[in-house]
């Protein structure tokens, strides 16, 4: 009996053990582990790299590291499936799918100066079955933080009762708002349902929050009830000014020389934004600085644009008036240059045609002239073909039985008182045994008579 008892106590303590033990072995949290501190030279390159580990696989991983701006700049980032990396003025964020149970991350930096750096992981979070999981507190996050009613509590719940907005490509939904400094809860009607927004205590500002389809990205945004667009929601300081980016209004003043760009903010969002732009011919030119022209409103409610500078991640109000100055001389030393450049190739155009004429004049004298020459040569040609004979070649003709020549020779000659010239015909030497010329005097002829 005392055995029996024995056994059943020792079973007892052997079930406790096992329940307590259970839960470790079944359910280990993730993790993430990864460099906190560097070594770097000025201008040298450096990297560090990031394993998020869990016991079922991922559907997406986000890691969030901050930095020394004054020691490093980032450069790069890398890993998993459908990565994306974002990073500058202190912060890195880097994303991907790994679809694994692990999932990696490289990120590199360039050196500002030499010395020992410390890297922080401000945030991890990834997404099991739906759920999203804050691996650094191993909490999951399954409602709307803040919320006393019960409402929201389930990521995707009643999603086609609530506005939604495709952004990237991913559908997201309005949730219950979180608190904002300055800004009060009110519903307003958005896509023809009724929503909760924050507007701005002094402003016609409004603020949304959204919730991906997923809930992996949730985040606020500015939305416009005029367009029914909505923006990342930031907040900076411009000097004595706070500044909220807005959405730029349609037909309103923009700088010269600026193009619409998106300008990319954190790994998922977009802030539409200016560049400057050099003319080159017909081309725009991007230059090659992380300044930007971002639009935005201050405490007081007036709108303006500002330079954003990504890199140092400050903001200043832009001065068009000074700006605008310096473009319209700009303009006016492009529009002389252009009047001259019309100018020299109106003077070109003449030239050319000047010169055609001088060329086609040329070409049709010099036409003329090989005509002209053609025309003596074959005149040329036919008169020697009609020159007589040469004497001695007749000669040569009659020695050798040839034809006859078709003319008589005739004596020639002037007789005067005493005297006997005579020529004979040309060409022809007659014998002396063959022929006798006598000489008759006319006046004896008629003595005699």
């Known amino acids: 009996m005392k055995n029996k008892r024995y056994r059943s106590g020792m079973m007892g303590i052997l079930a406790a053990a096992l329940l307590f033990c259970f839960p470790l072995i079944a359910a280990a949290a993730p993790s993430v582990e990864g460099n906190t501190n560097l070594t770097v030279e000025k201008d040298g390159s450096v990297s560090a790299e990031y394993t998020i580990t869990s016991d079922e696989p991922m559907e997406s991983a986000q890691l969030t590291l901050s930095y020394d701006k004054e020691a490093l700049t980032y450069t790069s980032g890398s890993g998993g499936n459908s990565f994306s990396g974002n990073g500058g003025n202190g912060t890195v964020q880097l994303s991907s799918k790994p679809g694994d149970t692990t999932a990696s991350f490289t990120v590199k930096f360039k050196g500002r100066a030499d010395g020992e750096t410390e890297l922080t992981i401000a945030a991890c979070t990834i997404v099991v079955d739906g759920k999203e999981i804050n691996v650094l507190s191993g909490e999951i996050q399954t409602g709307e933080e803040g919320s006393e009613t019960g409402e929201d509590t389930e990521v995707g719940d009643n999603n086609e009762d609530r506005a939604s907005f495709v952004i990237d490509e991913r559908t997201f939904y309005e949730h219950r708002p979180e608190d904002i400094e300055g800004f009060e809860p009110m519903h307003m009607d958005i896509q023809g349902k009724d929503s909760r927004v924050l507007k701005h205590q002094n402003l016609e500002l409004y603020v949304i929050r959204l919730h991906s389809d997923n809930g992996s990205y949730r985040d606020n945004f500015v939305y416009n009830p005029d367009t029914g667009n909505v923006i990342p929601f930031v907040q900076m300081k411009s000097g004595d000014d706070t500044v909220i980016f807005i959405e730029p209004e349609e037909g309103g003043y923009v700088p010269t020389r600026y193009t619409a760009v998106e300008l990319g903010w954190g790994p998922k969002y977009t802030i539409p934004a200016r560049k400057h732009v050099i003319i080159d011919g ?69 030239y050319d045609r000047d010169m055609a004429k001088r060329l086609y004049t040329i070409m049709f004298l010099t036409i003329i002239i090989i005509i002209l020459l053609n025309v003596v040569v074959i005149q040329y040609l036919r008169m020697k073909k009609m020159h007589p004979a040469d004497p001695e070649e007749e000669e040569e003709e009659s020695a050798s039985g040839g034809k006859p020549s078709a003319q008589p020779s005739y004596v020639t000659g002037n007789l005067e008182e005493n005297e006997s010239d005579f020529q004979e015909p040309d060409g022809e030497e007659e014998d002396e045994d063959e022929i006798e010329l006598e000489i008759i005097d006319l006046d004896d002829l008629e003595e005699d008579d």
């Open 282 to 350: 017909v081309d725009e030119i991007q230059d090659d600085t992380n300044r930007y022209l971002i639009y935005g409103i201050n405490q007081d409610g007036e709108k303006a644009w500002y330079s954003f500078d990504y890199d140092k991640n400050s903001l200043q109000l832009f001065d068009d008036v000074a700006y605008q100055g310096e473009q319209n001389y700009i303009m006016e030393l492009e529009d002389k240059e252009l009047g001259l450049g019309t100018e020299l190739s109106g003077q070109i155009k003449r």
